[in-house]
């Protein structure tokens, strides 16, 4: 429902203004429903916005592509609660893109020539036991090299 300040007016004339919707989302208090994917994957905003006004009510398709830019621009400009939940998803990203890159080297894909090298834990030599007691292998092969009660 698409809720106007203003008089009522016929549901096939344009809107008179803005709607209550559109201006809760452009102060980034509230995000489109059903939400713009942002994913780099997504598809583009406006070819997902012409998506949901095909399959939308009719009364209801003047109110997608401005509820849409209210949207878009509310998430570019980092207002309102959208903008830190965006700033906290621009972080994350980083912080991943980071990681990635000093696990995979700087293309970021984990099994390429660029992967850096790590340095492992050589295999410790445990010192032997002198076996279980149950029969004498002098110690080979008793010892956990893991863990010191196996």
Known sequence: MFLHPAASFDISDPP????????????????????????PTSAPVADQVTAMQSAAHRAAVPYLA???HA???????????????????????????TREREWWGPDRLPGTDDDPRRQTTPDLDYPSTGGNGDNDSGGDGWFCRRHWWC
Do not use: Y
């Not at 452009?26 to 489109?32: N, P, R, T, Y």
């Not at 509310?74 to 991943?96: K, M, N, P, T």
């Open 16 to 39: 008179p203004g803005p709607s209550v919707n559109e201006r809760l989302v452009a102060e980034g208090s509230a995000v489109m429903e059903p939400e713009l994917q942002r994913e």
């Open 66 to 68: 401005a509820i849409a």
């Open 71 to 97: 949207d878009v621009a509310a998430w570019d400009g980092r207002l309102g609660a959208i903008g830190a939940c965006r700033a906290r998803l621009d972080l994350e990203a980083a912080q991943r893109e």
